[in-house]
């Protein structure tokens, strides 16, 4: 069976989605479900392209046990619409930005993160120039949201709908 490919995407890739990648796929990995889910993270941005996550995103993952260190920034591409299942925005702006970029085919694959993963419709919001306690934050919400969106998709999979996560 293909794995659910879900790519979160912020506004550039350094903050909120390589940690919710990195929280995702740690959460996946536990429930032994790391095979059944692709993971992968973007922004709709290009400012940050190859490079590593805010050092206040690694330190906030590595204090829960999650090293996203190795993570490099990248900008969705049109490509990414095709390849991938889902795709959760942090915030409506990208979820604007995402809509306006996709194939019409593919928008429906276009979501807000808290909203589809947890029916919270709220932004995840940008910590950029915030203090590093928004991090801590930031990572509550985001482990709150995956791990929704984790039962959401195991839901889904035992009910035989695994290619329907729309």
Known sequence: MKPVGILFVCLGNICRSPLAEGIMRELATRAGRARAISIDSA?????HVGDPPDRRSVAVARAHGIDIAALRGRKID???FAAFDLILGM???NVRDLRALAPEATADKVHLFMDYAAGRDEDVPDPYYEAAGAFEALY???EAGCSSLLARLERSSSSGKTSSVR
């Open 140 to 142: 509550q919400m985001l």
């Open 78 to 80: 049109v490509a990414d």
């Open 43 to 47: 922004g709709t941005g290009a400012w």
């Open 91 to 93: 915030d409506r702006a």
